[in-house]
């Protein structure tokens, strides 16, 4: 008989998330994307201070961090499309200008693996395109409005985790890139069949401007969760935060 499906501890990761709540950048964010008026809506109450909007907002970001977590589906996929839809060309999008975009020697890379995890430690470039790989047409979705349709490939993430001996029963796996940008998702997201170790576009090898050597690929989260040019993995049941979820982004930041 095989192995119960891994469930998500969702009360448990919604408590880890909902501690990370109370930053001012937090609040602040909160308050220039909700009005006020809006907040009296929804709470039904009088928000005249900022303590109260700061709990009304907290609250706000919790049922939705809440709710993602517990509809999120590990075997339900997101759309796939023919490579006739493909979006020529598909937009770059950063906290930098393209001018910005790091530059990382291949030659010297290597992805490093930490916390919970028992296998190898250290892979280059060469190993990573070594191993099996899968492509898929998906749609990235802006949290800015936009979306556009591209043709990626890579490792199939799970398979990665399983080749490398991660505990699968943490609940966070950590993205640090070469950027200074950092995110974090939660270990079903990390197993979900369509989360790929991104190593090319389009056929051709990652482009710089979408996040050469590699990114992580997640159809079913928004493309602020789907960090580019990494260059470290952390298998923790700490909880990660992230560069714009401590800015008030949601965490689990699902399309």
């Given at each position: 008989?095989p ?8 009360a ?8 990370e ?7 602040l964010l ?17 928000l005249?201070?900022?303590k ?21 589906d ?9 490579e006739?839809?493909?979006t ?5 999008n950063?906290?930098y200008d393209?001018?910005?975009?790091p ?10 693996l930490?916390?919970r995890?028992?296998?190898?430690a ?6 990573l ?8 047409v ?5 949290i ?9 490939g ?15 029963t ?6 640090h890139?070469?950027?200074?940008y ?6 079903p ?9 991104t ?5 051709n090898?990652?482009?710089?401007r979408y996040g050469?050597?590699?990114?992580l690929?997640?159809p079913?989260?928004?493309?602020y ?9 952390t ?6 935060g ?9 965490w689990?930041?699902g399309?």
């Amino acid at each position: 008989m095989p192995a119960p499906a891994y469930r998500p501890d969702a009360a448990s990761i919604v408590k880890d998330a909902r501690g990370e709540l109370q930053s001012f950048a937090r609040r602040l964010l909160g308050k220039r994307i909700l009005t006020l008026g809006g907040l009296m809506l929804l709470s039904g109450c009088d928000l005249k201070t900022d303590k109260s909007v700061e709990t009304m907002l907290r609250r706000v970001s919790a049922f939705n961090d809440d709710a993602q977590a517990r509809l999120f589906d590990p075997r339900e996929l997101a759309p796939t499309y023919p490579e006739s839809m493909i979006t020529q060309p598909f937009p770059f999008n950063a906290y930098y200008d393209i001018d910005q975009v790091p530059v990382v020697d291949p030659q010297a890379y290597r992805l490093e693996l930490k916390g919970r995890v028992k296998g190898k430690a250290r892979w280059t470039l060469a190993e990573l395109r070594a191993l099996p790989q899968q492509s898929q047409v998906t749609r990235h979705i802006c949290i800015e409005g936009w979306s556009a349709i591209g043709k990626w490939g890579g490792v199939r993430f799970s398979d990665f985790l399983a080749l490398v001996e991660a505990d699968t029963t943490a609940k966070y796996v950590a993205l640090h890139c070469a950027d200074d940008y950092w995110t974090s998702i939660d270990m079903p997201t990390a197993l979900h069949p369509q989360t790929q170790l991104t190593l090319t576009y389009d056929g051709n090898i990652l482009p710089a401007r979408y996040g050469f050597p590699m990114k992580l690929r997640m159809p079913t989260k928004l493309g602020y969760k789907n960090p580019k040019h990494i260059v470290a993995i952390t298998i923790t049941n700490e909880f990660p935060g992230g560069y714009w979820e401590n800015q008030g982004y949601n965490w689990f930041g699902g399309s």
